[in-house]
Nanobody
């Protein structure tokens, strides 16, 4: 069974930092790109960042570019999202994602990030 378990969320002041983790199991982690999404109250889920399988190539949404860093440790089957200089508008539930090449997605349960001003 595929499982993605996010952790590391919490309450942080604007300008602070958080590191989110995504522990993966039930599939061969190092064969698939992973991504992070977020969903704020009353808003649609939106993409934050994604990272390739092994060469570290990554992509970021404009609203987090330069502040967030995605990474992965294939030996630990874990993905990370380092969030620096957070802003109140970063407040959301953050989700880890794997998009399967044959179609469909797997999601974690999410971790809440709340940024106070």
């Amino acid at each position: 069974e595929v499982q993605l378990v996010e952790s590391g969320g919490g309450l942080v002041q604007a300008g602070g930092s958080l590191r989110l983790s995504c522990a993966a199991s039930g599939f061969t982690f190092d064969r698939y790109p992973i991504g992070w999404f977020r969903q704020a109250p009353g808003k649609e889920r939106e993409g934050v960042s994604c990272i390739s399988i092994s060469d570290g190539r990554s992509d970021y949404a404009d609203y987090v570019q330069g502040r967030f860093t995605i990474s992965r440790d294939n030996a630990k089957n874990t993905g990370y999202l380092q969030m620096n200089n957070v802003k109140p508008e970063d407040t959301a539930v953050y989700y880890c994602n794997v998009r399967w090449p044959w179609g469909g997605d797997s999601w974690g349960q999410g971790t809440q990030v709340t940024v106070s001003s």
